[in-house]
C-alpha cells in the first residue's frame, strides 16, 4: 500500500509532465534562441504552452487527487504549494533535460535513457523539497518506478499518435 501512497504523493508531477505533450505546440519556451555552443537552448519540443497548461494541469489534477484519498504521507503538507511546485518542478526537470540534451548534442525525439526517464521526477522532488521532507524510501521508489510507468505511459500515447515514438 506504501507505494500506492507514494504515487500519489507524486501525481501533479506525473500529470503535468504528461499534460505538458498533449497540451504543447506553439512558441518554444526558448523563443528559438541558441546558447553560448551555437545550438538550441531547449529546442521545439518545450513550449510555452505546454509549460503553462502542463503546470496547470498537474496542479489541479494534484489537489483533486489528493483531496480524493487520505495520504498520510500529505499528513502535514500544504497540499496547494506541493502540488504546484510538483507540477512546476516537473516540468523545469524536463526543460533541464532538455538543455542537457540539447548540449550532448541529442536530437529532439532521439532517446537518452533515464534522463527521459528521471528529469522530471528530480526537477519535481527538488523544488518541492523547499517545503516536503522526503526520504530515502520515497525517492528511491520514485527512481525505480517511474522509468517503467514511463515506458508504459510514453508506449500508450505512441498508440494513441500523441507521440512520435514510443520512448
Known amino acids: 500500500m506504501e507505494i500506492i501512497y507514494i504515487l500519489h504523493l507524486f501525481i501533479p508531477a506525473y500529470f503535468a509532465n504528461s499534460s505538458a505533450l498533449i497540451f504543447g505546440g506553439g512558441k518554444p519556451l526558448d523563443l528559438g534562441k541558441n546558447f553560448i555552443d551555437g545550438r538550441r537552448i531547449l529546442g521545439d519540443g518545450v513550449t510555452i504552452r505546454?509549460?503553462?497548461?502542463?503546470?496547470?494541469?498537474?496542479?489541479?489534477?494534484?489537489?483533486?487527487?489528493y483531496y480524493m484519498l487520505e495520504n498520510p504521507l500529505l499528513k502535514n503538507a500544504n497540499i496547494y504549494t506541493l502540488s504546484f511546485l510538483l507540477s512546476f518542478g516537473a516540468?523545469?526537470?524536463?526543460?533541464?533535460?532538455?538543455?542537457?540534451?540539447?548540449?550532448?548534442?541529442?536530437?529532439?525525439?532521439?532517446?537518452?535513457?533515464?534522463?527521459?526517464?528521471?528529469d522530471f521526477v528530480f526537477g519535481a522532488v527538488f523544488?518541492?523539497?523547499?517545503?516536503?521532507?522526503?526520504?530515502?524510501?520515497?525517492?528511491?521508489?520514485?527512481?525505480?518506478?517511474?522509468?517503467?510507468?514511463?515506458?508504459?505511459?510514453?508506449?500508450?500515447?505512441?498508440?494513441?499518435?500523441?507521440k512520435d515514438v514510443p520512448w
Open 91 to 118: 516540468l523545469l526537470g524536463d526543460a533541464v533535460g532538455s538543455f542537457i540534451k540539447r548540449r550532448l548534442g541529442i536530437e529532439r525525439g532521439k532517446p537518452a535513457p533515464l534522463l527521459d526517464q528521471l
Open 50 to 65: 505546454g509549460t503553462v497548461l502542463g503546470t496547470l494541469s498537474g496542479f489541479l489534477l494534484g489537489l483533486l487527487a
Open 127 to 162: 523544488l518541492s523539497s523547499f517545503i516536503y521532507d522526503y526520504t530515502t524510501k520515497i525517492i528511491l521508489t520514485l527512481i525505480i518506478v517511474t522509468p517503467i510507468l514511463h515506458l508504459l505511459a510514453n508506449v500508450v500515447g505512441y498508440m494513441l499518435k500523441l
